[in-house]
């Protein structure tokens, strides 16, 4: 499973400047209050094109990060539109993305 992690995250690397004309998924960002952290947590959320109206369970990716926050991915790594570009091209399934904020010294648990 980390290898499968690992190259995909490569292949995202690789491609971070493919550009897309027209952006057909939605990003979002909101908050969600953790019990063990005892405070609220703020994540990103990718939603495929096509996720609103479909029946089928999407896969779900949680995109961690080391030194941003949670919209690092969207705003520098550009991971919406190359997970468009990657789904249009069949590269990749149609998936939902989650972006947690930072883990502070929660280390993500």
């Avoid at 109206?53 to 520098?76: A, Q, R, T």
């Amino acid at each position: 499973m980390k290898t499968k992690i690992l190259i995909l995250f490569v292949i995202f690397l690789s491609i971070a400047n493919a550009t897309v004309q027209d952006i057909k998924s939605y990003s979002f960002n909101a908050d969600i209050y953790s019990e063990i952290l005892k405070s609220n947590v703020s994540y990103t959320i990718y939603l495929a094109q096509g996720y609103s109206s479909s029946d089928k369970n999407f896969p779900v990716l949680y995109l961690l990060h080391g030194c941003e926050n949670n919209m690092g991915w969207i705003d520098k790594g550009r991971i919406n539109r190359i997970a468009d570009e990657m789904i249009s091209h069949g590269s990749i399934s149609p998936m939902i993305l989650i972006i947690p904020e930072d883990a502070k010294r929660s280390w993500y648990i």
